[in-house]
């Protein structure tokens, strides 16, 4: 737990703030998912990024590259993409296509099991495609 000068203790994401002996606690950013259509779902998500093989390496057992941030998707790339988890609150279908989640996707080999770059473990990631990019 990390003192601030306004009151507030930290604790992994929750703030807790005491004012007259009563707890008051904060979430921080929460995000709700929904299946509802809403104006944001609607909304593209720019890409400026172009693929380089140099910066975009392959899994060793998968056929996708690894994107380490939703920002760096680049705009060219046809095939499947692994991004972070942080890329669903700025998903739009009709701009990308959601093929599944690393370790459950049908085709994994290793199935249950997190994709791998030269022998490395990498984080979860959604699998995607660009609608917008022609083969």
Same mark, same amino acid.
């Given at each position: 737990?990390v003192p601030s000068s306004n009151g507030l203790r930290h604790t992994h994401g929750i703030k807790k703030k005491i004012v007259n002996g009563v707890k008051y606690f904060s979430m921080g950013r929460i995000l709700w998912f929904t299946n509802l259509d809403t104006t ?12 380089? /093989?140099? &910066?975009? /390496?392959?899994?060793? #057992?998968?056929? +996708? ?12 790339? +046809? *095939?499947?993409? *692994? ?6 609150? =700025? ?5 990308? &296509?959601?093929? *599944? ?7 994994? /080999?290793?199935?249950? =099991?997190?994709?791998?770059?030269? *022998? ?8 995607? =495609? #660009? ?5």
């Amino acid at each position: 737990m990390v003192p601030s000068s306004n009151g507030l203790r930290h604790t992994h994401g929750i703030k807790k703030k005491i004012v007259n002996g009563v707890k008051y606690f904060s979430m921080g950013r929460i995000l709700w998912f929904t299946n509802l259509d809403t104006t944001k779902r609607h909304e593209e998500l720019t890409l400026y990024r172009k693929y380089s /093989p140099k &910066e975009y /390496p392959k899994y060793d #057992n998968y056929n +996708a590259i690894n994107v380490n941030r939703y920002i760096d998707i680049p705009m060219d790339y +046809a *095939g499947v993409m *692994g991004v972070p988890i942080t890329f669903v609150d =700025k998903y739009n279908p009709r701009q990308f &296509e959601i093929i *599944g989640i690393d370790r459950y996707v049908e085709d994994n /080999p290793n199935y249950g =099991k997190r994709f791998t770059i030269n *022998g490395r473990e990498i984080y979860a990631r959604v699998l995607i =495609k #660009n609608k917008k990019v022609k083969k």
